[in-house]
């Protein structure tokens, strides 16, 4: 098929797709189209579809897919959607890759955490958590006077809070509201100290996401 055809598939499909939506088409093992949108995973024509990914899982199970993929597959996390197509005698895959947090987006944030303190557990608004953490293979979030654990995982629950929580490392969730200070440690890594003194790092990983949300 003529890279002119594509192109029409990729305008046609981007006129009822949301703008931040980026368009790959894959036949065989490799894409072959790539119209980016605002959400850009910088595919390139050549590139060969990766394990994991959803143009892959639609291609082997043979129907629509629509999943989350962590970002150790394609370098960004994404949220997408798979179909399988045929161009000409050739199987190949439809993808619309959306951002991460598009479906969680249209949900109305969780308002309150319940979380287990010695044999009793409590709901707790939200609001009045200061920060969660991942540690020991158990979640914890803390408020100003107590520390809970919770059934919730980290990667679950940093697509459920509401905007005033940020993600600063794979084991932190901070809320921004109880931020005091931002400074470098003797790495000169960021850290954050929050009104109860605790102080949280900041991975490499996430420094330019944290500087861009918080504006500085």
């Avoid at 005698?89 to 109305?108: M, S």
């Avoid at 200061?130 to 919730?152: A, L, M, P, R, V």
């Avoid at 949280?200 to 918080?214: D, F, I, T």
């Amino acid at each position: 098929m003529e890279i002119s055809v594509l192109e029409q598939m990729g305008f046609i499909i981007g006129d009822w797709i949301p703008k931040e939506a980026s368009i790959a088409i894959a036949i065989g093992d490799s894409y072959i189209y790539y119209k980016a949108g605002v959400h850009d995973l910088q595919i390139q024509e050549g590139q060969p579809v990766l394990t994991g990914s959803i143009a892959a899982r639609a291609k082997k199970e043979g129907h629509r897919i629509e999943m989350f993929v962590e970002e150790s597959i394609l370098g960004t996390a994404y949220y997408g959607i798979g179909y399988p197509i045929r161009i000409g005698d050739k199987e190949g895959v439809l993808v619309i890759i959306l951002p991460p947090d598009y479906l969680i987006r249209k949900k109305q944030p969780i308002r309150f955490l319940t979380g287990k303190i010695d044999e009793t557990w409590r709901p707790v608004p939200v609001d009045k958590v200061s920060h969660i953490e991942s540690s020991q293979k158990k979640t914890w979030f803390y408020t100003d006077n107590e520390t809970y654990c919770s059934i919730h995982t980290l990667k679950n629950l940093k697509h459920q809070l509401p905007d005033s929580f940020l993600p600063i490392h794979r084991s932190y969730i901070v809320n921004i509201n109880y931020i005091e200070e931002i400074s470098r440690d003797i790495a000169s890594n960021y850290q954050l100290t929050l009104r109860d003194g605790s102080i949280l790092p900041v991975s490499q990983n996430y420094a330019a996401s944290v500087r861009e949300r918080l504006g500085f």
